[in-house]
């Protein structure tokens, strides 16, 4: 299962945020450290909003910013935001068109499978994945005299 590049963006905002001073940046900082578009990651970033990882803030001092406390922030949360589909076969999915429906014992086996998944990606928070700070602060140039 490959996740869109939403999902994928949504945990390196939140990573960044983590380890940023004050726990906020702007898109295009967070962009840049990523070296990612600042375009896609301004959609992310809304979305985020709507979900309620992230709050916006104009003018000066402004930005992105962490509105949850990372320990309460599961992977599969952002997971579940940021994705549309998350059916890993077709008959998961919401048209469910498969040629041996009713037959097949296999969609109650990746209907198992998406579940243990989630149960793992449950159990992992931001703090968790965000647990080397200084490492994270220095792959995302965050290191630099004590500010961002």
């Known amino acids: 299962m490959k996740l869109t590049f939403h999902?994928?963006?949504?945990?390196?905002?939140?990573?960044?945020?983590?380890?940023?001073?004050?726990r906020r940046g702007t898109v295009s900082k967070i962009a840049k450290a990523h070296n990612v578009s600042r375009h896609?990651?301004?959609?992310?970033?809304?979305?985020?909003?709507?979900?309620?990882?992230?709050?916006?803030?104009?003018?000066?001092g402004g930005g992105v910013r962490l509105e949850r406390d990372p320990s309460s922030i599961?992977?599969?949360?952002?997971?579940?935001?940021?994705?549309?589909?998350?059916?890993?076969?077709?008959?998961?999915?919401?048209?469910?068109?498969?040629?041996?429906?009713?037959?097949?014992?296999?969609?109650n086996v990746f209907a198992e499978a998406l579940e243990a998944y989630f149960a793992v990606l449950d159990r992992a928070t931001l703090e968790d994945i965000a647990s080397n700070q200084g490492g994270l602060r220095g792959a995302l140039q965050l290191i630099r005299g004590g500010a961002a």
Do not use: N, S
């Open 74 to 107: 599961t992977v599969g949360a952002v997971i579940r935001a940021m994705e549309d589909d998350l059916a890993i076969v077709e008959c998961l999915g919401h048209a469910r068109f498969c040629r041996v429906a009713g037959v097949c014992g296999g969609r």
């Open 7 to 22: 999902a994928d963006y949504a945990i390196r905002v939140l990573l960044y945020l983590r380890v940023a001073p004050e």
């Open 40 to 60: 896609h990651l301004d959609k992310v970033v809304q979305r985020m909003v709507g979900a309620g990882f992230v709050r916006t803030v104009r003018g000066r």
